[in-house]
Antibody, heavy 127, light 109 residues
Framework: QVHLVESGGGVVQPGRSLRLSCAASGFTFSTYPMHWVRQAPGKGLDWVAVISYDGTNKYYADSVKGRFTISRDDSKNTVYLQMNSLRPQDTAVYFC????????????????????WGRGTPVTVSS | EIVLTQSPGTLSLSPGERATLSCRASQSVTSNYLAWYQQKPGQAPRLLIYGASSRATGIPDRFSGSGSGTDFTLTISRLEPEDFAVYYCQQYANSPRYAFGQGTKLEIK
């Protein structure tokens, strides 16, 4: 069965850092792009970042660019989100999500929708 | 920049009724790259529909998606108790390629 399990959330003061992890199982992790999507309390879904299947391409929402870094370790079937200089408005549940991806010829691409989601890890930024 | 607007904000219906949820884009969605997600309280979103009308794996056939261009619809033919949730549309063709609608809450009448 396909599973994504996030961890690493918690309560942190403004300006501090936190690293989230998302462990994948049940599929060939190294062949899929992976995203982080967040949801502030009582609000809608807000995309954060994506990493391509091979880690060469990374894209970020403007709101986190320069502060957050997405990475992956295929030997551990895990995607990470390093969050620095945290702000109160970063308070949210952070979900990791799988992108189905697609390949055309010898090139593979991010599809930009989310076919499997984890249950999320909450992050609270407060003094 | 494409903006998705969902309507209504809240839809109150009874089990067994038909639900029709709308998602309107501010510009045409290329190749009908439009997805729908269901989210229940305290749970992760679940992919229902992609490509405007293709059901994701394991999704019951009472869920259907339709539309093209700027107007898309999610229809639930006969509501089951477990269908009451928040539904989001998302387009993945145009910049920004991750734009979500604001959601429609489907509640029990």
């Amino acid at each position: 069965q396909v599973h994504l399990v996030e961890s690493g959330g918690g309560v942190v003061q403004p300006g501090r850092s936190l690293r989230l992890s998302c462990a994948a199982s049940g599929f060939t992790f190294s062949t899929y792009p992976m995203h982080w999507v967040r949801q502030a309390p009582g609000k809608g879904l807000d995309w954060v970042a994506v990493i391509s299947y091979d880690g060469t391409n990374k894209y970020y929402a403007d709101s986190v660019k320069g502060r957050f870094t997405i990475s992956r370790d295929d030997s551990k079937n895990t995607v990470y989100l390093q969050m620095n200089s945290l702000r109160p408005q970063d308070t949210a549940v952070y979900f990791c999500a799988r992108d189905p991806g697609f390949c055309s010829g010898t090139s593979c691409y991010i599809y930009w929708f989310f076919d499997v989601w984890g249950r999320g890890t909450p992050v609270t930024v407060s003094s | 920049e494409i903006v998705l607007t969902q309507s209504p904000g809240t839809l109150s219906l009874s089990p067994g009724e038909r639900a029709t949820l709308s998602c309107r884009a501010s510009q045409s969605v290329t190749s009908n790259y439009l997805a729908w997600y269901q989210q229940k309280p305290g749970q992760a979103p679940r992919l229902l529909i992609y490509g405007a009308s293709s059901r994701a794996t394991g999704i019951p056939d009472r869920f259907s998606g339709s539309g093209s261009g700027t107007d898309f619809t999610l229809t639930i033919s006969r509501l089951e108790p477990e269908d009451f949730a928040v539904y989001y549309c998302q387009q993945y063709a145009n910049s920004p390629r991750y734009a979500f609608g604001q959601g429609t809450k489907l509640e029990i009448k």
